[in-house]
């Protein structure tokens, strides 16, 4: 009798370990779709699942620095530049308490595409160093034509082996794709001949 009393006991501590590690902050779940113009200018909607796991005073989610025509749930936000990034409050969102919140982002990202050695380039920011590790990046990037050249992937952990963590598939002018397990402040760009 004991012995099942003690058996039991180690086992309902290690339920409780197993439960408290695996509740860690951070975006369970990311997708970004992207329409790119004939501009170059492109529009991009993030939907995010986002998990705190303790209170956070003042929560941000970092977009490239040129980002405009800011939303957040539908509602316009101004979010200030730091740095290289521009930086939309979630506050209003979480409220600065734990648990699970859904958002979505909706923003426009002018002059994507840019003349490198002789060569238009797009250079397309898929995340900007959100400070928590991100479970699961889904991405679709519609371009104005078919893709007649191969993407490349960088990241600021992986640099291009970002790739090997990546499925891709190419359909006529889109480009979809998926990985997980991103690290906190993880960048990833694409960036493809035009």
């Known amino acids: 009798m004991k012995r099942t009393l003690i058996l039991l006991a180690v086992f309902a501590c290690c ?12 975006l369970t779940n990311l997708e970004i779709s992207a329409t790119v113009d004939s501009s170059g200018g492109c529009n991009i909607a993030i939907t995010g699942k986002l ?5 956070v005073a003042d929560p941000v989610f970092p977009l490239p620095e040129a980002a405009t025509e800011l939303f957040l749930n539908g509602q316009k936000v101004s979010a200030p530049v730091q740095g290289s990034v521009r930086l939309v409050p979630l ?3 979480t409220g600065g308490h734990p ?17 490198v ?14 400070a928590y590790p ?12 078919e893709i007649s050249e191969q993407p490349v992937f960088t990241s600021s952990y992986y640099q291009e082996l970002i ?6 598939e190419f359909s006529g002018n889109a480009i979809v794709g998926s990985c997980s397990a991103l690290k906190d402040h993880e960048t990833v760009t694409m960036t493809l001949p035009v």
């Open 15 to 26: 339920v409780g370990l197993i439960g408290n590690v695996s509740a860690v902050s951070g």
């Open 51 to 55: 998990f705190f796991d303790q209170a």
């Open 91 to 93: 506050q209003g969102l």
């Open 99 to 115: 648990g699970e919140y859904s958002f979505t982002l909706h923003y426009r990202l002018p002059g994507t595409v840019d003349s």
């Open 117 to 130: 050695q002789d060569e238009l380039e797009l250079s397309l920011p898929l995340l900007a160093g959100f």
């Open 134 to 145: 991100v479970e699961t990046l889904t991405f679709r990037i519609q371009l104005p034509s």
């Open 163 to 168: 790739q090997a963590q990546m499925d891709l």
